[in-house]
């Protein structure tokens, strides 16, 4: 090795020694007679000095002329540092330099690689490779590995085996757009990138493998946003001979396993809600249960008083937001033009403060009585300094934006602290979502989800109220697992697929190997998924996977770093058949 010590770890007990150090110089002090370097490696910083009259003049010169991220060599003594700085595990040393070799020099960097830097997204996702320099973006890799290594570690106790499966395989047409491939020995003929491993999972259930996992990329091409990139990594996961209560036991038992050796962190028992109730109460199927401010319905109370706005609403409900009764008349504006936006869908906002002495006052007491909006406090146990916010209209679109108006102030009163954790388990999905644009059902999940047994009977009564075998784990309003228990009946199976709209023809072509698998011996059996990048990021206390991705793309899916996606040269469209418009 070219060191004998890494730049974090050296401390008092080796003082006298001599070491030698490599790494890049994050920063120069220049005081005459005095010159400190601060040398960073990945594993910390320590300083080196220089001091005229003792070192010499060739070395002190040497070391003035460095500059930013130089790559250097330094061999020296290890001194006590007359000036501690107790903010670096090293700050009570110093290396008092004798000999100095530049391995390699280095332009000024396009932005300060410090923790607090000057550099803005676009320039620090060019330059990826010095903004992975920087220790908060180092630190949320180092976190990346100390998850991946936990879950091996916890999934290996357990007798799962880990299995590669392909990444070139089949274009299915249901969930999000594939990316594909094009096979230069077959013509005309396309490769996808998986968005998931399933059908693999559970052909290795049918194989006898009844304890599968894979830490795996995985590849949509859709739209993209903070928790979203184009190639993401996934926790997959499946058992055989199993129930839906095996799973949750099995993966709640893991995601403590994380908490607690990754994060020091105790979580209880993880609660389970119903997603009927999930939405009812929070408008979400991935409700932040950190704090309370349930949805309370009104339509009892409000309607046939004369206010249209409720009377024509097919759903009122509000939100009691204790202890902001003080918001100002701009503060209320500012939340009736954040419901108003277009992707949020509300046409107003209604409100009404509860005063010292209990009194109710609203944006709309014409239309109301003392008692009236007495029964309102009532209906949202109010107490003096509460503040209601209700909002009217279609039930699905009023719940909808009423979870971004209870998520908003729940920011802005402080209650979604980023170092508080609240998960659970969401079940009960429906099996299937009606789809008005292409007219028929999709399902909720994917094709090979389970319906429960005891709602099979509404097949072909009323498919769209069976309940699926289906749980998300969802952990401060992030789905960050969900899984189902399959089917692994040829029969309910194909049932599935004509719900779906599928042809015999088309569920053969698509997923003919699946269902011959079927035939021979397959066990019941599940699994969840759970998104890595999600994971991290929950656990790294910051809003977007990119921050926990080596080398992530931008929100318009593209590697600014490598110029990716780039055009191709004719001569290889012309070898893969492709003709371009």
């Known amino acids: 090795m070219l060191r004998t010590h890494t730049c974090g770890e050296l401390r008092l007990d080796v003082a006298g020694e001599e070491v030698v150090l490599t790494g890049w110089v994050q920063r120069l002090r220049d005081k005459g007679g005095m010159l400190w370097i601060d040398l960073r490696d990945r594993y910390g910083i320590t300083q080196l000095s220089f001091e005229e009259g003792v070192t010499s003049p060739e070395l002190f010169e040497q070391a003035r002329s460095l500059g930013r991220e130089f790559v250097i060599q330094a061999t020296g003594q290890v001194i006590k540092r007359f000036s501690k700085n107790d903010k670096i595990p090293t700050g009570a040393i110093e290396v008092k330099v004798t000999k100095l070799e530049v391995l390699n020099a280095a332009k000024l960097p396009p932005f300060l690689i410090e923790d607090e830097t000057d550099g803005g997204d676009d320039l620090r996702m060019k330059y990826r490779y ?25 999934l290996d106790n357990l007798s799962f085996i880990e299995v590669e499966t392909p990444v070139l395989i089949k274009s299915t047409p249901e ?32 194989s006898g493998f009844d304890r599968y996992f894979q830490i795996v990329k995985c590849f949509r091409d859709e739209d993209l946003r903070a928790d979203r990139q184009p190639e993401f990594t996934q926790i997959d996961c499946e058992m055989a001979f199993i129930t839906q209560e095996d799973i949750l036991n099995t993966f709640e038992g893991f995601i403590r396993h994380l908490f607690k050796t990754v994060k020091g962190v105790e979580i209880a028992e993880l609660p389970r809600m119903y997603y009927a109730d999930a939405m009812r109460l929070y408008g979400s199927d991935k409700p932040d249960t950190r704090f309370g401010m349930q949805f309370v319905e009104l339509n009892e109370l409000v309607k046939n008083k004369g206010f249209k706005v409720f009377d024509d609403a097919e759903l009122v409900v509000g939100i009691n937001a204790k202890g902001a009764a003080s918001y100002t008349r701009k503060q209320l504006d500012e939340l009736t ?27 709309v007491d014409k239309f109301y009585s003392p008692e009236d909006l007495q029964a309102w406090a009532a209906a949202f146990e109010a107490e003096p300094g509460d503040l209601f916010l209700i909002l009217a209209g279609g039930k699905d679109k009023t719940r909808k934006a009423l979870n971004e108006l ?51 009977h509404l097949i072909d009564s009323d498919p769209g109220a069976i309940r699926a075998n289906a749980y998300d784990m969802v952990i401060n309003g992030v789905e960050v697992g969900g899984g189902s228990i ?96």
């Open 130 to 154: 010095l903004d992975l320099r920087r220790t908060p973006v180092r630190r949320n890799l180092e976190l990346r590995h100390r998850m991946m290594r936990e879950t091996r570690n916890y």
């Open 175 to 206: 969930g999000a757009r594939d990316f594909v491939v094009p096979s230069r020995m077959n013509p005309g003929e396309f490769y996808a990138l998986p968005q998931s491993p399933q059908t693999f999972k559970q052909l290795l259930m049918v």
């Open 337 to 363: 033009n954040f419901v108003k936006r277009p992707q949020i869908g509300a046409t107003g906002l209604v409100y009404a403060r509860v005063g010292e002495d209990g009194s109710v006052k609203s944006s």
């Open 406 to 456: 209870r998520l908003e102030v729940g920011e802005q009163l402080g209650l979604r602290d980023k170092n508080v954790f609240s998960p659970l388990w969401v079940v009960d999905f429906p099996l299937l979502e009606w789809d008005e644009e292409t007219n028929r059902y999709h399902a909720m999940h994917h094709p090979f989800t389970s319906p429960k047994p005891e709602d099979l």
């Open 486 to 581: 399959r089917i692994h009946d040829r029969g309910v199976q194909e049932q599935m697929f004509s719900l779906l709209g599928f042809t015999k023809e088309e569920a053969v072509a698509q997923f003919g190997f699946l269902m011959n698998a079927f035939e021979y011996g397959a066990p019941p059996h599940g699994g969840i998924a759970f998104g890595f990048d999600r994971l991290c990021s929950l656990f790294g206390g910051a809003d977007s996977i990119r921050d926990f991705i080596a080398f992530p793309k931008n929100n318009s899916g593209r590697d600014v770093m490598i110029d990716a996606p780039s055009p191709i040269a004719n001569a290889q469209l012309d070898e893969l058949q492709i003709k371009l418009k």
